[in-house]
């Protein structure tokens, strides 16, 4: 069974930067469309980034420029690099794939909030 684990957040000031990786198990890794998904206190859990098997990015609008997902398929690890950081980005990030088949199981994510 497919396991996925993100690690990275943390507390930081507004204007700040983290990254945040995801590494999976199973060897569907390589051909899955994988995105970043965060849920702030109180609201659904949206996606924020996906990058194609072959690297290429989409980002939802409110962090175009500001964060730059990656991956690198030799290791299974998705990552997501956000900078300029704001209170607004403070929630839990997970990874996930985006398959018509549903989702992996969902690892347990990672708090980023971003706070002065």
């Known amino acids: 069974q497919v396991q996925l684990v993100e690690s990275g957040g943390g507390l930081v000031q507004p204007g700040g930067s983290l990254r945040l990786s995801c590494t999976a198990s199973?060897?569907?890794?390589?051909?899955?469309?994988m995105g970043w998904y965060r849920q702030a206190p109180g609201n659904q859990r949206e996606l924020v980034a996906s990058?194609?098997?072959?690297?290429?990015?989409v980002y939802e609008d409110s962090v175009k420029g500001r964060f730059t997902i990656s991956r690198d398929n030799s290791m299974r690890t998705v990552s997501l690099q956000m900078n300029s950081l704001e209170p607004e980005d403070t929630a839990v990030y997970y990874c996930?794939?985006?398959?018509?088949?549903?989702?992996?199981?969902w690892g347990p994510g990672t708090q980023v909030t971003v706070s002065s």
């Open positions: 199973g060897s569907i890794f390589s051909i899955a469309v």
């Open positions: 996930n794939r985006i398959s018509a088949m549903g989702f992996l199981p």
């Open positions: 990058i194609t098997s072959y690297g290429s990015p």
